[in-house]
């Protein structure tokens, strides 16, 4: 995976993304992430709108059921030409390789097979929520080792991560897999409900191999410029 910038389309209607994607330049220099609230308002046909016009599109759906219905999820993603998808790691081994076989299934004959990337703590999870609600004895640093680790056994092509624990995952888990970091934040900007978070000069010092941006793009009165400087900062 190239140094990849996804920009969260985080928003409720069409409309304000095609206003959005109207602003940020060329389909096939601009990687974008679809999540749950699109996705469950306009379905796959609004996905695949998005690829034939040559998008890149990360569709973040954090697949977490019994491996069967996860296979047979993964197998219909796969049909729409995405770039990449998500799992969550808590799901278990078994559940991560059946996501990997129903991508590798459902891939149309010359198309890539989308990448397969495993949740491990949320961003918005702190060590005490760990702790207190998860009754996790494990550090959070620890907790994201561990479930990289059987996430790289069972299939994954990579993890979603805080940019803060990948220098760490390098090390135990190995630089040939996937660092996908969100919680990225320009210097300026405001933390909003993220807790673990990096500039785009330090998710690449940290050793991100992409980075995914929302309201500091979306919100800003020049989301070009702004996708531009991240871009910029993290190439």
């Known amino acids: 995976m190239e140094k990849a910038v996804f920009v969260a389309l985080d928003f409720d209607s ?13 389909p096939q220099e601009t ?26 599109i990360f569709l973040d759906l954090k697949l977490h059921d019994i491996p ?4 047979q999820a993964a197998r219909q993603i796969a049909h729409l030409g995405i770039f990449c998808t998500t799992i969550h790691a808590l799901g278990g ?23 397969l990337l495993a949740v491990t703590e949320l961003t918005s999870i702190s060590e005490k929520i760990l702790a207190n609600e998860q009754n996790c004895s494990l550090s959070m640093t620890d907790q994201v080792v561990s479930l990289a680790q059987t996430a ?3 299939g994954a092509d990579g993890v979603i991560c805080s940019p803060l624990e990948v220098k760490k995952l390098k090390k135990q ?17 405001t933390t909003d409900d993220q807790k673990r978070i990096a500039t785009p000069q330090k998710a690449k010092e940290f050793g991100s191999s992409a980075l995914v941006v929302g309201r500091p793009i979306t919100q800003a009165e020049d989301p070009a410029l702004v996708y531009r400087e991240i871009k910029k900062e993290f190439e």
């Open 93 to 115: 081994s078994e559940m991560i390789y059946a996501a990997k076989k129903g991508l590798i299934d459902g891939t149309p004959t010359g198309n890539n097979t989308p990448k």
């Open 173 to 189: 888990v190995g630089s040939d897999f996937l660092y996908v970091t969100p919680g990225i934040r320009l210097s300026n900007s």
């Open 152 to 154: 790289k056994k069972a």
């Open 68 to 71: 069967n219905t996860v296979y």
């Open 14 to 26: 069409q409309n304000k993304v095609h206003e959005l994607l109207a602003k940020l330049g060329q």
């Open 31 to 56: 990687y974008l992430k679809i999540g749950m609230e699109l996705y469950y308002h306009y379905g796959s046909d609004f996905v695949e709108k998005l690829v034939n016009q040559g998008y890149h």
